[in-house]
């Protein structure tokens, strides 16, 4: 069971119906959290007007076609991230693909520099795997006076996950969207992350609730963008071009994306085999059809999933594969891009 508490959420979900339009980002984006099953959206035709809004506590507003108030959050947000320089949220279209070890990994190479602060903020409410994945399996959150504290790796290194919330890693969450949402917003809103240069936000697969809310939240907070990570087969890329069209309806930054397991290399002669044979020409042809950067080739190594399996740092434990010197790479085109924006925004503020 969950131990923690999420604030103002109520147990519906909006219309899955939606999916079949093509203007799904902005119906699910205005369906309040309150709503009832079915609800059409506020800013349908039908809002307020049709038989699912009857007792609904939003349905004269809606009727009305008056403007709703804006989510107070969203300020309270922005106040708590405005110590936040860097924000990256890592994204796939699906599951699988490396994801979280990719988030994991950006982090630790990130955090190696100590000087450094680091944190990540894992939202696959339904499938966390960040505090396995970072070692820190069995912990638990701190509320103090200045809200959650989240969970240290090292010092200069912290994680928020809803499986700091479970009291067994077996656990299931079994939640409808407004739920997601509220915990979402609860973790942008109440952790006190302090004084961080780089927010990691790991995310489930797909183009669902939590990355519609995620985005919501810090769209004003200078988001620095997305990284996208897929595998080389056509199966993977066809779910990353979605991914991709989300990014662009939702104006989300693209920073780049990552082929991850990108040929396997034997520990023992080196050699790399094509485990997945990236029949279309894998991600990089992708990220060259659709002018967006091609960060890197991330190949497998079976000492990756050891290291997570075990919580470690496979940067350490393993410092001479190919892995470990591409994933050096596209952190340090990442940790670039970054400061280049933010040498940018720094200068746009003193002109």
Not at 87 to 106: D, E, M, Q, R
Not at 122 to 149: A, F, N
Request: charged share 20%; proline share 7%; hydrophobic share 35%.
């Amino acid at each position: 069971m969950i131990t923690g508490m999420v604030s103002n959420s109520k147990d519906y979900i909006a219309p899955r119906s939606a999916v079949q339009s093509l203007v799904i980002v902005v119906i699910m984006a205005d369906v309040p959290e309150n709503a009832p099953e079915h609800c059409p959206g506020t800013q349908s035709e039908s809002a307020g007007k049709v038989s699912a809004c009857q007792g609904c506590p939003n349905q004269n507003i809606c009727a009305s076609g008056l403007p709703r108030a804006p989510d107070p959050a969203i300020e309270e947000i922005r106040e708590r991230m405005s110590s936040v320089k860097h924000k990256i949220l890592v994204l796939s279209g699906k599951g699988g693909v490396g994801k979280s070890t990719f988030t994991a990994h950006l982090a630790r190479g990130l955090a190696r520099d100590e000087s450094t602060q680091v944190a990540v903020l894992d939202i696959d409410i339904c499938g966390p795997s960040i505090p396995r994945v970072m070692g820190l399996e069995g912990e638990q959150v701190h509320q103090s006076g200045s809200g959650w504290s989240p969970v240290y790796v090292e010092d200069n290194l912290s994680v928020m996950s809803v499986g700091f919330l479970l009291s067994s890693p077996d656990d299931a969450v079994i939640w409808r969207g407004p739920k997601k949402n509220g915990l979402i917003k609860q973790f942008l809103r109440d952790v006190d992350w302090g004084d961080t240069d780089y927010l990691v936000v790991d995310t489930p697969p797909g183009t669902s609730d939590e990355h519609l809310s995620i985005v919501q939240y810090l769209s004003c907070t200078n988001v620095d963008g997305a990284v996208l990570v897929t595998t080389p087969q056509e199966i993977s890329l066809m779910d990353v071009r979605k991914e991709i069209s989300f990014c662009r309806k939702v104006n989300l930054p693209i920073l780049g994306i990552v082929e991850n397991m990108s040929g396997f290399v034997c520990p023992k002669c080196k050699n790399e085999s094509q485990i997945f044979p990236p029949t279309t020409g894998g991600a990089e042809k992708m990220a060259d059809d659709l002018k967006i950067p091609f960060l890197g080739k991330v190949p497998l190594d079976p000492r990756i999933g050891k290291s997570c399996d075990e919580g470690t740092s496979f940067f350490e434990e393993v410092p001479d594969s190919p892995a470990t010197q591409s994933y050096l790479s596209i952190i340090s085109k990442l940790r670039n891009y970054c400061h280049k924006e933010g040498q940018m925004e720094r200068s746009m503020d003193c002109s």
